[in-house]
C-alpha cells in the first residue's frame, strides 16, 4: 500500500515538473543572456520594443562645442546642436544658432568715435552677438590707435579685422574741379544745409555708396551688417538676421525708412534716371522704383536709412549695381552736391531689386539719432524700446515704410 502511494506522489511530481518546463521553454530559447531588453513599457503594451541602432543615433548627434578664441577677449563658448534641418528660418525662429552665414559687422569709424562704439557694440553683442561670434571689420581713412584697437576687441566676442582705406577710395577723382567742389561747400554752408560745408562727410557718402564692399578685409564675405558709433539696440534679437536672409532670398534689409532732404540731392533723380534710359537691359522688369517713384513721376524723396543696413555683399559687388555708382561717380554730385549714401544705396536697391527681395526687419529695435524702429504689441516684450517711440507711430508723416509694406509682392 505505501509503494503504490510512493509511486503516485512520484508521478505527480513528474506531470508538474514537465507542465513548467514546457510553460517556461519560449522565454528560455528567446532570451539569450547579455542582450539589451528594450523599453519595458513598449513591451507591455504590446509594441515592439526599440531597437539600439548606432546609424540611427546619428541622425541625433550630441551637441557640438565649438570654442572660438581671439587675442585680448574673453573666449567664447557656443553650444549648438547640429540639426541639419532645412527649414526656413524666420524672424522669431529660436531653432538656428548652429547654422552661420559668411558674414561680418562693418563699421567705418574713427579713434575718436571710441566711447560711443564700444557702447553700442556692448549692446550688439547682448542682444545677438554674443551667441554668434560674428567678425567684425572696422574701416577708417586714418590708422587706427593702439588703445582704440585693444579697448574694441576687449568688449566684443566676435574676430576683429582693423582696416585702412586705401587713399584712392577717399579722395578726389581726377574729373573733380575741387575749386567748383569747395565753392559748393561754401555756398551749402551759407545756406545751413546739415553737413553742406563738410568736406569729409561728402568722402564717406562715396565711400560708403561704392567702396566699403570692395576693402580687401570685406572680399571673403557674402554678408554685412552695417553698424554706426552710438546706434542702440532696444531688444533681444534670438534668431540670425544674416541667416534669415540667406534662406529667403533677400538682397537687403533696413529698419528706417525717411524722406531725404531735397538740397542734398537736386539732380540725383535726373542722374539715376539716365542711368536707367542707357542700360535698359541692365534693369528687371519687376523692380521696386514704386517705392520711390511720386505723383508726378519724380523723385518722392523715401531712402532706406542706411546707418543701419543687413545686406548682400555680391548685390553691391555686382556689376548692374557698380555700373549705377560709376555712373553717379561721374556725374560728380558727392562733391557738387551732397548725395548721401542712403538714398544711393536705397535707388540702387528700387531699380535693381523687387520688394520680396528687400525685408523690414520691424523686429529689430533700432536707434539712430533722433529716431526708433521698435518693434510694436506682443513683439516689444522682449525690447527696452518703448513702442510708441517707433518713427510709424511718432513720425509717421517722415517714415515711408508703410507705403513699402503696402506695395505688392512681385
Ligand atoms: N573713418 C571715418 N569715418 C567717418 C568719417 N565721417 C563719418 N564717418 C563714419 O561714417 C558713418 C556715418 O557718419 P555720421 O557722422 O554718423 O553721419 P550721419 O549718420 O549722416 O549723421 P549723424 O546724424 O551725425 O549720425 C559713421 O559710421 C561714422 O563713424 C570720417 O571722416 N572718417
Ligand atoms: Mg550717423
Known amino acids: 500500500m505505501i509503494h503504490i502511494r510512493w ?91 548652429s547654422e552661420r552665414a559668411n558674414a561680418a559687422f562693418v563699421i567705418l569709424t574713427r579713434n575718436k568715435d571710441l566711447k560711443s562704439l564700444r557702447e553700442t557694440l556692448v549692446q550688439l553683442e547682448d542682444r545677438f552677438n554674443r551667441r554668434h561670434h560674428y567678425p567684425y571689420v572696422f574701416l577708417n581713412n586714418d590708422p587706427f590707435s593702439d588703445e582704440f584697437k585693444e579697448k574694441i576687441a576687449s568688449v566684443v566676442s566676435g574676430e576683429c579685422h582693423f582696416g585702412l582705406i586705401p587713399h584712392e577710395h577717399w579722395s578726389y577723382p581726377e574729373h573733380i574741379n575741387q575749386t567748383k567742389a569747395a565753392e559748393v561747400r ?19 557718402c562715396r565711400y560708403e555708396s561704392g567702396f566699403f564692399f570692395r576693402h580687401k578685409l570685406m572680399e571673403q564675405y557674402k554678408w554685412y551688417w552695417r553698424v554706426e558709433p552710438g546706434v542702440k539696440f532696444g531688444c533681444e534679437i534670438d534668431y540670425d538676421p544674416f541667416v534669415f536672409m540667406e534662406k529667403n532670398d533677400k538682397k537687403y534689409g533696413f529698419t528706417i525708412s525717411i524722406k531725404e532732404y531735397a538740397p542734398t540731392i537736386p539732380t540725383l533723380w535726373n542722374t539715376t534716371m539716365d ?21 508726378d513721376g519724380g523723385y ?39 548725395w548721401g549714401d542712403a538714398p544711393v544705396h536705397s535707388l540702387g536697391v528700387a531699380m535693381l531689386l523687387n520688394k520680396s527681395q ?20 506682443k513683439a516689444n516684450a522682449k525690447c527696452w524700446c518703448p513702442e510708441e517711440e517707433s518713427i510709424e507711430v511718432k513720425n509717421k508723416r517722415w517714415s515711408c515704410t508703410l507705403n513699402f509694406v503696402a506695395l505688392p509682392n512681385p
Open 358 to 377: 528687400v525685408h523690414w526687419f520691424e523686429d529689430i529695435g533700432y536707434y539712430h539719432g533722433p529716431l526708433w524702429n521698435c518693434p510694436k504689441g
Open 186 to 204: 561754401e555756398d551749402m554752408t551759407r545756406r545751413k544745409i546739415i553737413y553742406g560745408g563738410n568736406e569729409s562727410y561728402r568722402h564717406m
Open 275 to 295: 542711368f536707367m534710359k542707357t542700360n535698359k537691359d541692365m534693369i528687371p522688369a519687376s523692380n521696386l522704383m514704386e517705392f520711390v517713384t511720386g505723383k
Open 7 to 97: 509511486r503516485l506522489v512520484a508521478i505527480v511530481g513528474a506531470v508538474v515538473l514537465l507542465v513548467h518546463l514546457l510553460l517556461l521553454s519560449p522565454y528560455l530559447e528567446s532570451r539569450p543572456l547579455h542582450e539589451p531588453h528594450g523599453d519595458a513599457d513598449a513591451g507591455a503594451q504590446g509594441k515592439p520594443a526599440p531597437v539600439r541602432n548606432e546609424l540611427l543615433d546619428l541622425k541625433h548627434p550630441p551637441p557640438v562645442t565649438i570654442t572660438v578664441t581671439k587675442d585680448r577677449a574673453p573666449t567664447a563658448t557656443v553650444t549648438a546642436f547640429v540639426t541639419g534641418s532645412a527649414q526656413a528660418s524666420s524672424p522669431g525662429d529660436t531653432s538656428v544658432a
Open 300 to 338: 518722392n524723396l523715401c531712402h532706406f536709412w542706411s546707418n543701419f543696413e543687413i545686406g548682400s555683399l555680391d548685390f553691391l559687388r555686382s556689376k548692374e549695381y557698380l555700373a549705377y555708382f560709376d555712373h553717379l561717380d561721374r556725374a560728380g554730385g558727392f562733391f557738387y552736391e551732397r
